[in-house]
C-alpha cells in the first residue's frame, strides 16, 4: 500500500537561510507526488507536483523539489526562506487506480527574523 | 475565478447531533473530493464524487456520507456525531479528479462537537 512519510514534525529555520523539508513515500510505480503548504485557517495551496520527466520540479513561491527514485524521497527546498513560508507543509501520493491522495503526517515550519 | 467556498466555517454541535457541510467547486470543476484533519490522524480520504456518483470512498463509517449534485455542489453528512469527529473538514475540486487534475481545496468547516 502507497504511503508517505514525514519525519520532521516541526522545522525552525532563520529568515534568509535555506531549507530543506524531507519527504518519503512507499510505493511500487512511478508515484504521482505533491507538496502542498497551508497557512492557519487556510485550506491547502498546491506548491509543486511531480509525475515523470525531470526530477527536478519547480515550483510556486520559490520553492523546489527533487524526485530521487533510488531513495524514495521527494524533498522540498527553498534556498532562503521569508517570513511568510511560516506555515505546515505536507507531502501527498497519489493512489493509483483511485482518485484520492495520501498525505503525510505535515512538517510545521517556524521561521526566526 | 473564484476558489472553492465552504460553508459554514465553523460549526459546534453536541453528540449524537447530525451535521451537513456544504462545498462549491471552482466554476468548471466536475470532481469534488472531502478530507477530515485532525491533530492525531492528519488528512484523511472520506470520499470522492464525479457526476452525481461515488467513485472512490475511505475507510469511515456509514455515519459518513455524501452527495453531489448535478451543478457539481457537494454535500458530506454526519449522523450520531461523536466527540472523534471533531475536525477540518476540507472539500477539494478538480476538473476530472483524475490524479494529474490540480486539486484546490477551501479553507474548510471546523466541527467542534461537545
Known amino acids: 500500500a502507497q504511503s508517505v512519510t514525514q519525519p520532521d514534525i516541526h522545522i525552525t529555520v532563520s529568515e534568509g537561510a535555506s531549507l530543506e523539508l524531507r519527504c518519503n513515500y512507499s510505493?511500487?510505480?512511478?508515484?504521482?507526488l505533491f507538496w502542498y503548504v497551508q497557512s492557519p485557517g487556510q485550506g491547502l495551496q498546491l506548491l509543486l507536483k511531480?509525475?515523470?520527466?525531470?526530477?527536478l520540479v519547480q515550483g510556486i513561491k520559490g520553492f523546489e523539489a527533487e524526485f530521487k527514485r533510488s531513495q524514495s524521497s521527494f524533498n522540498l527546498r527553498k534556498p532562503s526562506v521569508h517570513w511568510s513560508d511560516a506555515a505546515e507543509y505536507f507531502c501527498a501520493v497519489g493512489a493509483s487506480g483511485t482518485y484520492k491522495y495520501i498525505f503525510g503526517t505535515g512538517t510545521r515550519l517556524k521561521v526566526l527574523a | 475565478k473564484a476558489g472553492v467556498t465552504q460553508t459554514p466555517r465553523y460549526l459546534i454541535k453536541t453528540r449524537g447531533q447530525q451535521v451537513t457541510l456544504s462545498c462549491s467547486p471552482i466554476s468548471g470543476h466536475r470532481s469534488v473530493s472531502w478530507y477530515q484533519q485532525t491533530p492525531g490522524q492528519g488528512l484523511q480520504f472520506l470520499f470522492e464524487y464525479f457526476s452525481e456518483t461515488q467513485r472512490n470512498k475511505g475507510n469511515f463509517p456509514g455515519r459518513f456520507s455524501g452527495r453531489q449534485f448535478s451543478n457539481s455542489r457537494s454535500e458530506m453528512n454526519v449522523s450520531t456525531l461523536e466527540l472523534g469527529d471533531s475536525a477540518l473538514y476540507l472539500c477539494?475540486?478538480?476538473?476530472?479528479?483524475?490524479?494529474?487534475?490540480?486539486?484546490?481545496f477551501g479553507p474548510g468547516t471546523r466541527l467542534t462537537v461537545l
Open positions: 477539494a475540486s478538480s476538473f476530472d479528479g483524475l490524479l494529474t487534475d490540480t486539486q484546490y
Open positions: 511531480y509525475f515523470s520527466g525531470d526530477t
Open positions: 510505493y511500487g510505480a512511478t508515484p504521482y
